[in-house]
């Protein structure tokens, strides 16, 4: 039976070490993508700003999270 806990324990430690070190590098990735974002938003002569802003628009709404708001522009996007 300790035997059982000890490794349930260490199965959770385990666990929780590789949950933050990704959950980090996905913030981290995140945040690299929004800076590109907002520096494309904020580059008039690229042809694709209007794309970024709309991406920056609905997310700094608050209308859309980050990925979302990149999936939908991406649709608008392709059909015009």
Not at 11 to 33: P, Q, R
Request: glycine share 4%.
């Amino acid at each position: 039976m300790i035997v059982g806990f000890a490794f349930s324990i260490a199965f959770v430690g385990v666990a929780e070490i590789v949950y933050w070190s990704y959950k980090k590098e996905y913030l981290k990735a995140k945040a690299k993508y929004l800076r590109d974002v907002i520096d494309q938003k904020n580059d008039l002569t690229n042809q694709n700003e209007q794309f970024y802003t709309c991406v920056y628009d609905k997310w700094n709404s608050g209308e859309m999270a980050l990925s979302d708001a990149n999936t939908a522009c991406g649709l608008k996007f392709e059909h015009n």
